[in-house]
């Protein structure tokens, strides 16, 4: 099956705001097996509307529309649907079921705007909305199926997985385009590539793309199969080869998040975990925290900025600090020893550094960071230099420090 | 003017990779008085290029093309190039000076691939690349100027600055686009609509975009003028009638932040910040953190998830915490005063609620949050309703935590 993508707002085209959601839309409908032909971007205005769906309906399988499904003055997309289409809003049951509900969980009054996002064009299957106002259209005319959604991420993202996924899939029978994403951390990208060589060894005809981001390398897998089960085995094959060659540093798959990972290893071994974060700031037990659940294993955690909060919270000899410095192995070791021994969790993170832009020296750069890590079989500790770019140092510190106790838990070391 | 772009690669049809180079080139082009009427994304298909080519060139004043450039078998847009204008390539003197002053700059040998890079299209004109030995193309062809750039990010980037924008700048003397964004936070989309109606009243002739995402509506203020004082002096104009109407929920301009706002608030002010978080464990933190300078006013912050967690950091009362639940106006305000007293900061934030997926009653469902801010003249606590998914229910609470503080600062209460 082949589709166009249509994304729909004056905020893509004066470049405010970065095309994500095809990208998305891209990855899931794949999985699908359904092949994107075409990506085209419009504002708020009708007759392009109107002109791209002239050229895309009837052409394609699938017309994925986002964006201008709003409640304001400038979203025109249902208009643009009706003229179309040749048809008008009408109140929708199923619709009004679906705002009232989204309503009552926000603890939001009944508007008039609510009232408008109940009308539906004549003919259009509801696609329900988790996370807002707006209902996401279905239409099937001509051999397309056109699904029209709001241009928010999130709202568009659940009703991709939670209808539009399921609703190709269930067409698509026939060809089959697998990915299979293996995401890797400390080490670089041009390491990777070097413990992978000769890739043709490894990926056969297919497609291996590598994909750095602060947090780590992602490698993507691609295998287009006529048959499905082929199609697997052959990921499943490269899989297995990229493996044997860089595998310690493989935390997860798909869209495995560190913090995912790193939950379930504690709640499988019973363990909790707390952080002392300078420079990262809260990071850590942020990310910690974003996991449902995640309450079995954390139960507190400290940031502590200033050398006073060291002490006072964490129980760091001032003197550590004044001999070594505030970025030393030694504050980092005393940071985690005394997380650990005040919360009595089982594992105690330590994490100081300089995450910028000022504050460094020729001897501490900006991204010189220290992470130790203690358990009950001691305290290790590593210094790491991660570059400038206050977030991006943030984030790469708190990668390591997660990434550290992962491989303690997995028997890395 | 009015261009259209086009972005060539497999790479972004099955959202591997992002298209981030539309943006920027949108918004280098809109600063030199061109505007972007459509975005088209299609593969490495010599069909598909021709096509989109076809709907292009002569429709538009200027057509800008990235990506197939290379020197690799699937990059074939000079072809296409050839092709559509009816031309075949030869060798340029130009090309061939331009790829030998980058090999050399990098100490890489000449080769067959720099070789081929050397052939461009007859009539064209070269775009020097400044990092890498794919040159530029421009074709001036019935009205419309059509240039073509390599697919890498700064490689593009170093032609539009060093080469198109002053190009274009120098044609459309006489048309400006200005834009000027306004971020809101604590109003839903809906109710500022609602404050802002009618909206032609304010806007005129000009355009108004509502933009949503988790920390609050942005409002973006367009307006094209022949005369560009003329052009700030009404964006000014209409953001001065927004303000009248919605001003207090109007936290910044442009690309500022809520935590970058309250820095600058909090550093004038000579006030210092904690945070007690447990449902946005750590988030609040930080985000106060990202803000380059922030350790002036923030030197530590409590994650304190248990209940165990509350009294022994904060010094929460647990017959506080066993009489009115966790979550609970009471705890969030002796967490608020807890993290005030014990570290001595000016302002003390306590946060207490249900990220969820789990742990929601009837009583108090899941998006349930409670926060207060403490400081000399007393402490002050609301409840909020965040609606459902773990991490939206952390960003609103962070931004409603730091809003919070912010209408403290500027005596908005």
Not at 102 to 123: E, H, M, V, Y
Request: with cysteine; proline share 4%.
């Amino acid at each position: 099956m082949k589709a166009v993508i249509i994304s729909i707002g004056d905020e893509l085209l004066i470049g405010q705001v970065i095309n994500t959601n095809s990208a998305f839309i891209a990855t899931h409908l794949n999985g699908a097996g359904v092949e994107i032909a075409r990506v085209i971007t419009v504002g708020d205005d009708l007759p392009a509307i109107l002109d791209v769906l002239r050229t895309s309906v009837g052409h394609y399988d699938a017309v994925i529309i986002t964006g201008g499904l709003g409640p304001t003055h400038d979203d025109i997309t249902r208009t643009a649907m009706c003229r179309f289409f040749n048809t008008e809003l009408v109140p929708s049951d199923e619709a009004k079921e679906s705002v009232a509900k989204f309503l009552r969980q926000r603890n939001f009054p009944w508007s008039d705007s609510a009232t408008n996002q109940t009308l539906i064009p004549r003919g259009a299957r509801i696609i329900p909305n988790e996370f807002g106002t707006a209902p996401g259209e279905l239409f099937e005319r001509g051999g397309t199926s056109v699904i029209v959604m709001p241009g928010v991420p999130y709202e568009m993202e659940s009703m991709i997985t939670g209808f539009v996924v399921p609703y190709f899939a269930a067409r698509s029978a026939g060809t089959y385009i697998i990915h299979r994403t293996l995401k890797t951390t400390g080490i670089a990208e041009s390491a990777l590539a070097q413990k992978l060589d000769p890739v043709q060894e490894i990926i056969g005809g297919h497609k291996l793309a590598f994909l750095p981001s602060p947090y780590g390398v992602r490698l993507r897998i691609s295998v287009v199969s006529a048959d499905h089960e082929a199609g697997i085995a052959a990921a499943a094959d490269i899989e297995q080869k990229i493996r044997r060659r860089a595998g310690e540093f493989i935390y997860g798959t798909g869209d495995d998040e560190l913090e995912e990972v790193l939950g379930r290893l504690l709640a499988e071994q019973k363990l909790t975990i707390a952080a002392a974060e300078s420079c990262t700031g809260g990071l850590i037990m942020d990310r910690l925290t974003n996991v449902p659940g995640s309450s079995a294993y954390t139960e507190r955690g400290v940031v502590a900025y200033s050398n006073a909060s060291k002490t006072e919270l964490l129980g760091v000899d001032p003197a550590l600090i004044t001999s070594f410095g505030a970025v030393s192995e030694e504050v980092a070791r005393a940071m985690a020893e005394g997380i650990r021994s005040r919360s009595g969790v089982d594992i105690g993170l330590g994490v100081t550094g300089i995450a910028g832009p000022t504050g460094g020296t020729a001897e501490k750069p900006v991204g010189t960071v220290w992470i130790a890590c203690s358990d009950s079989s001691g305290t290790a500790a590593r210094r790491y230099a991660f570059g400038t770019g206050r977030r991006r140092v943030k984030q790469r510190a708190s990668q390591a420090a997660l990434e550290m106790v992962r491989r303690r838990l997995t028997g890395l070391g």
